[in-house]
């Protein structure tokens, strides 16, 4: 499956953007969805997941309250709403997939979107 994520961008802190991830080529509603993000210098991490129904969803404790995952299996799309953004959210964002259940766990992931660059001015 090809992932193509967009949406991304410069915001205050305090603000809202909303994270898009298209996928493509395989049947989407047999993927859990999970996204991660990679801040300068420091290691990808989990942010959130979401399962194929989209009925369970899982969140780092960081964005807990602030960030919501969802997904519309009709448009082959997982979003993810972002609110009350901090500096600290500043990375690049990605989207990934892996077959049957979601995980919060990067390495269980199979494929993965190209990223897209998150800016928060404090």
């Known amino acids: 499956v090809q992932l193509q994520a967009f949406g991304g961008g410069l915001v205050q802190a305090g603000g809202s953007l909303r994270l898009s991830c298209e996928a493509s080529g395989r049947t989407f509603s047999n993927y859990g969805m999970g996204w991660f993000r990679q801040a300068p210098g420091k290691e990808r991490e989990f942010v959130a997941a979401?399962?194929?129904?989209?009925?369970?969803?899982d969140y780092a404790d960081s964005v807990k309250g602030r960030f919501t995952i969802s997904r519309d299996n009709a448009k082959n799309t997982v979003y993810l709403q972002m609110n009350s953004l901090k500096a600290e959210d500043r990375a690049v964002y990605y989207c990934a997939a892996k077959e049957c259940p979601y995980s919060n766990y990067g390495p269980n992931y199979d494929y993965w979107g190209q990223g897209t660059q998150v800016t928060v001015s404090s």
């Open positions: 979401i399962s194929r129904s989209g009925v369970s969803t």
